[in-house]
């Protein structure tokens, strides 16, 4: 008999139905984005058109996969924002399961904790924020922004990059 308590999903229910939990419980109302972390060794996806569709219709507003996922267009067509690092034609059933929830993972070596603020730019790719650093990276960023841009400025008016670094940087 599976131990519902070791990971947080009932028996008999699909791990993308809980989604409507953590929806339901989101106080901010902004809704959650899912990251999911995969065993390196797995090779089937994680993720694909019928559960991008389950997690659209449960307001979630993007997924982050650490892994592997498949049936692309469906994907496309859900609307649903998703970053994977791979893909597979193997569904999930042939050797995913659900390990736990709402616990700290990690996507390409980067600790994603629950809670985090994650920020999906659809060319540049996401990053996890923990909140407790939310104000500081809010308050640093518009400074390496300025940094940058004037070294791109210097850069074009055929200063080196090195010394554009040095300089601005």
Request: proline letters at 6%; charged letters at 20%.
């Amino acid at each position: 008999m599976e131990n519902s308590q070791k990971h947080g999903f009932s028996p008999g229910k699909h791990w993308v139905d809980h989604v409507g939990e953590f929806q339901a419980s989101d106080p901010s109302g902004a809704g959650s984005i899912v990251v999911i972390e995969q065993p390196e060794n797995q090779y089937c996806a994680v993720t694909g058109g019928i559960m991008a569709t389950r997690m659209k219709a449960l307001g979630i507003k993007a997924t982050v996969v650490g892994g592997r996922v498949r049936d692309l267009k469906e994907l496309q067509a859900t609307g649903l924002p998703i970053w994977a690092r791979a893909t597979s034609t193997v569904g999930s059933n042939a050797e995913a399961k659900a390990g736990a929830r709402d616990v700290p993972v990690s996507i390409g070596g980067v600790p994603v904790s629950p809670g985090d603020i994650i920020f999906c730019d659809p060319l540049e790719g996401v990053v996890a924020i923990p909140r407790e650093l939310l104000d500081q990276v809010l308050e640093l960023m518009p400074k390496l922004t300025r940094m940058d841009e004037q070294a791109k400025e210097a850069v074009a008016l055929g200063m080196s990059v090195t010394d554009a670094f040095k300089k601005f940087r």
